[in-house]
Each structure stands twice: as structure tokens, then as C-alpha cells.
Nanobody, 129 residues
Framework: QVDLAESGGGLVQAGGSLRLTCAASGRDFSNLGVAWFRQAPGKERVFVVGINRSGEDTSYIDSVKGRFTISRDNAENTVYLQMNSLKPEDTGVYYC??????????????????????WGQGTQVTVSE
């Protein structure tokens, strides 16, 4: 069992920055692949970015490339999402999720919610005009 807890969300103006944190507890976190998903009001939960077990490989959706950066610190059982140049369309609840294969690289990265085994409770990010 893995418990995930997100933090760092909030209200920010367009062009601003936020840093989300996903803190994990439980089984060996360093073996898990981790991703951030976003769910906008009235829409499905969608993949935003993923990172493999070691932190050496990542995968981003096109709309956040160059603005968002995912990283992890396995010694601290933590994954971070640095979000810069935020846009109103980035608004939503951001969820941290973990899966057991640990693999994620470029276009080959689990991107569907059903592929993830553990979820956090989510943190709200609101970007105003």
C-alpha cells in the first residue's frame, strides 16, 4: 500500500508559478512510476506529466512542455511539479498517482488513469486571467 499526499496548490495570476509536492509513504517508492493528472471542472481526469522510477526519464503533454518540470527525490519519497508561466487553462485539481511498472519515457508512459494503482486526494490549482 502507498499513500500519496499532494500540497502546494492555490490561486495564482496568469504568468505566475506554483510548485506542487507529492509526498509518499508505504512500500518502496523508488520502484514506482509517478505522474500528475489534472481534472478541470466538468471534464475527465487527464495525464499531464510522468516520471520513471529513477527520475531519469520523463514524459510531458505538449501544452506544458517548456513550462512544467517534474522531478523526484527518492530519498525523501517525494515528487515535485514546478509549474511556470501558468495559464487559465491549467486550472483544475491536480492529482499525484503512482504505478507499479516504474517505466516512463517520452511517448511510452502510462497515461490512462486505470493504469495507476495509487492516488492522492488532489490539490486545487486556479489560474486567473
Amino acid at each position: 500500500q502507498v499513500d500519496l499526499a499532494e500540497s502546494g496548490g492555490g490561486l495564482v495570476q496568469a504568468g505566475g508559478s506554483l510548485r506542487l509536492t507529492c509526498a509518499a509513504s508505504g512500500r518502496d517508492f523508488s520502484n514506482l512510476g509517478v505522474a500528475w493528472f489534472r481534472q478541470a471542472p466538468g471534464k475527465e481526469r487527464v495525464f499531464v506529466v510522468g516520471i520513471n522510477r529513477s527520475g531519469e526519464d520523463t514524459s510531458y503533454i505538449d501544452s506544458v512542455k517548456g513550462r512544467f518540470t517534474i522531478s523526484r527525490d527518492n530519498a525523501e519519497n517525494t515528487v515535485y511539479l514546478q509549474m511556470n508561466s501558468l495559464k487559465p487553462e491549467d486550472t483544475g485539481v491536480y492529482y499525484c498517482a503512482a504505478e507499479l511498472t516504474g517505466y516512463c519515457s517520452g511517448n511510452v508512459c502510462p497515461r490512462w488513469p486505470y493504469e495507476y494503482d495509487y492516488w492522492g486526494q488532489g490539490t486545487q490549482v486556479t489560474v486567473s486571467e
